[in-house]
């Protein structure tokens, strides 16, 4: 094994080498902040009148394989990104948005452009980068390649997304820069520096990646977890090491897929990993630095353990996709604990679809009625799911499905769905509820739709998921005192105020609605709920002749007897 640390420019980083990203790397996750920071960075750096100041950018750790690949005379060594693949991928981003604003200049201008295109596309079309990880649209490629930017609407994963913004936001600050994009390019290519670390032993790049970001860089714990068990398979399963990192490899690169689609925390899927494995574990979710040690030291003493260890980690990914894909459920899977128990009821395999299907029921009803209708924070009740979650995940004797449901619901019995129903009366309902207010409001549909016939409209409440509370939560009485509702909740300003974030007062409209409908009043407002009626939330407020503070208390007392029978 060799480790040769140099210290290198972008440009001569990027000289005689042709990159590879591995699918069992994390797909692109860099958002607005991590590119404004470096942004900043070059920004300081171009602001320093001494040409010879450098700014040092990271390390980038790379596994050197023997193969080459030749382009025209020139020959380029291939090298797998281990660390460093966030920066580097944005700082290449970077290149290609200087390259197309200097395609439009002088001769000059013109000629970087071209030395720009070279570098990042081969003859032969080759990227210097190849994001083979996740890249399923070749939305990376089609832009260094023609600097085209795929439509939003076609994008189906945050990594995707992340990407696009990367173009847009990389083009915006070439474009802003001054004085121009030459300098800024000069700076790009000769200013920024790495430390590089080339090993041609795969174990070691691995333990080098753990070692260099153990020191509390802003490194996601499951990353760091993933080459701690690589680094174990590498050196302890000498004859059988083929075989179990192919199969390493192919979990990782489903695991990082899968975080990729949704905005799952890398750290989450390690921490609920170790507390429902450790039945010596404490009564709260385990920190992630715990968890890495508490699999660190099972997979050292049994070193094959790395290929169970690794398909948890992507059984439990899987779950979490699964939640944060359910919209309706975000409101009840904020506390971590309650995800927690939810996924340990999902991978429970004694259980058919429907004891899961009916468990999960009684564990939604539960959660927000404690933590939705009770207003608890995440301090509520950690040890009991925590407890609970651990039991049904290691249930040797597998408990039937009615024992498991009496202790989901045993976890509520302090929290009745009366005295929770009855605190919605006559209470602010709108601000700091908002979450839980939509997520009230799909159950009633759901209620009235079973109720009236016909079916939910998911297309609706897809856009009133996506959106922001602000714009599909509506006010019928206006939170102002228009003269047309004078007097119609009375006539005290901060009683009124009080009186329009009532239950009673607020229903869902689908997004854009909400701000025609406005200031207007009652009778106007009723022309554009007419053109919603789909919802049967909305068919509701139509039948009312007119709309006042008795017929507010009305609904909102209808709603609360509603709430009490659904959540008892």
Request: glycine fraction near 6%.
């Amino acid at each position: 094994m060799s480790i040769r640390p140099d210290n290198l420019t972008l440009d001569k980083l990027l000289q005689g080498r042709l990159f590879r990203i591995p699918d069992y790397q994390r797909a692109y996750s860099w958002e607005t902040k991590q590119r404004k920071d470096l942004f900043g960075d070059i920004q300081k750096l171009g602001q320093i009148q001494n040409s010879d100041r450098h700014h040092f950018m990271s390390t980038v750790v790379c596994l050197q394989t023997r193969e080459k690949e030749e382009v025209g005379a020139d020959e380029f060594g291939i090298f797998h990104i281990v660390d460093g693949q966030q920066r580097l991928t944005t700082l290449i981003i970077l290149l290609k948005a200087i390259s197309k604003k200097l395609s439009s200049g002088s001769d000059i201008e013109q000629k970087e452009s071209n030395k720009l295109k070279e570098l990042l596309v081969k003859e032969n079309g080759r990227l210097i980068l190849l994001q083979t990880n996740h890249d399923s649209k070749r939305i990376f490629r089609e832009y260094l390649e023609k600097g085209e930017i795929s439509s939003e609407e076609n994008v189906e994963t945050l990594a995707d997304r992340n990407m696009i913004c990367a173009f847009k936001e990389c083009m915006y600050f070439v474009e802003k820069w001054e004085p121009n994009a030459l300098q800024l390019l000069k700076l790009v290519k000769n200013r920024l520096d790495f430390i590089f670390y080339v090993l041609d032993d795969e174990g070691a790049v691995h333990t080098t990646f753990e070692v260099l970001n153990s020191r509390g860089l802003a490194v996601d714990w499951l990353d760091k977890c993933k080459s701690m068990l690589m680094g174990i398979a590498f050196e302890k399963l000498e004859d059988a090491s083929q075989e179990y990192i192919k199969e390493l490899r192919d979990d990782w690169s489903k695991i990082y897929r899968t975080i990729g689609l949704k905005r799952i925390q890398g750290q989450e899927i390690l921490r609920f990993a170790a507390t429902l494995e450790d039945i010596n574990g404490g009564t709260k979710v385990s920190g992630a630095e715990s968890a890495m040690e508490f699999f660190r030291s099972r997979c050292e003493n049994n070193p094959k353990d790395v290929i169970d260890v690794s398909r948890k980690f992507l059984k439990i990914a899987d779950k979490l996709e699964d939640f944060v894909s359910n919209s309706r459920l975000m409101a009840v899977t904020k506390i971590s604990h309650a995800r927690l128990l939810g996924i340990s009821i999902m991978l429970n395999e004694a259980l058919n679809a429907d004891e899961k299907s009916n468990i999960l029921k009684e564990w939604e009803k539960v959660t927000f009625r404690i933590f939705g209708f009770h207003r608890r924070d995440a301090r509520t009740k950690v040890g009991d799911y925590v407890r609970l979650a651990r039991t049904i995940f290691s249930d040797n004797n597998r408990s039937s499905a009615s024992k498991i449901l009496q202790k989901v619901t045993e976890l509520g019995k302090d929290y009745p769905a009366e005295k929770a129903a009855e605190e919605l009366k006559d209470n602010n309902c709108y601000e700091g509820w908002e979450d839980e207010l939509i997520y009230f409001f799909y159950r009633y549909e759901e209620y009235l739709t079973n109720q009236r016939g016909g079916s939910v409209s998911e297309e609706t409440w897809t856009q009133v998921w996506s959106s922001s509370p602000t714009k599909t939560i509506e006010h019928i009485h206006p939170q102002t005192i228009p003269e047309e509702w004078r007097g119609k909740f009375g006539t005290k300003k901060s009683f009124v105020a009080k009186q329009v974030h009532r239950l009673g007062n607020l229903v869902l409209l689908p997004p854009g609605v909400n701000s025609s409908s406005g200031n207007r009043s009652f009778s106007e407002k009723k022309k554009i709920y007419e053109k919603h009626r789909h919802l049967k939330l909305i068919d509701e407020i139509l039948e009312k002749e007119d709309w006042n503070s008795d017929v507010m208390e009305e609904r909102e007392n209808r709603l609360v007897d509603w709430a009490k029978k659904e959540w008892e």
